[in-house]
């Protein structure tokens, strides 16, 4: 084993000898560069909203038509007039929320969580622009 270990150890120093040293070009690097420039510019991700601002309108169109529905034409029998608008809405909320207690508890949580979740999304917004800046 040995043996055959020195004849190989042999043979490839013959071979290194009689090869000659091979340099690379002159604009080697810069090609090496321009491939590397080319994979970075494939990998950088482009920001795509999960909910594209056609289905946000449309939400708020079918949001606003089912309030309106509800609010104007949820009563049978009832002729309404334009000019009553008004009045029907305010008594139907009225109706609604006349016979609902909330606690202190549930107040400063109504009024204080949406206000953390937009500071929130605040916050969240810039570290993911800070993250993916171009």
């Known amino acids: 084993m040995k043996e055959s270990d020195k004849n190989i150890e042999q043979l490839i120093d013959k071979m290194m000898a009689e090869e000659k040293l091979q340099s690379p070009s002159i604009d080697f690097t810069s090609k090496i560069m321009a491939k590397v420039e080319l994979l970075e510019e494939k990998k950088v991700k482009i920001y795509k909203p999960l909910i594209s601002k056609s289905v946000w309108v449309l939400l ?33 909320v009225a109706s609604v929320f006349s016979g609902i207690q909330f606690s202190k508890t549930l107040l400063y949580t109504i009024l204080v969580v949406p206000f953390m979740v937009l500071v929130q999304i605040g916050v969240l917004k810039n570290y993911f622009d800070k993250k993916y800046e171009l």
């Open 60 to 92: 708020g169109a079918a949001v606003i038509g089912l309030f309106i529905y509800i609010s104007l034409f949820s009563e049978t029998g009832n002729n309404l007039k334009i000019d009553k608008i008004g009045e029907l809405y305010s008594n139907k």
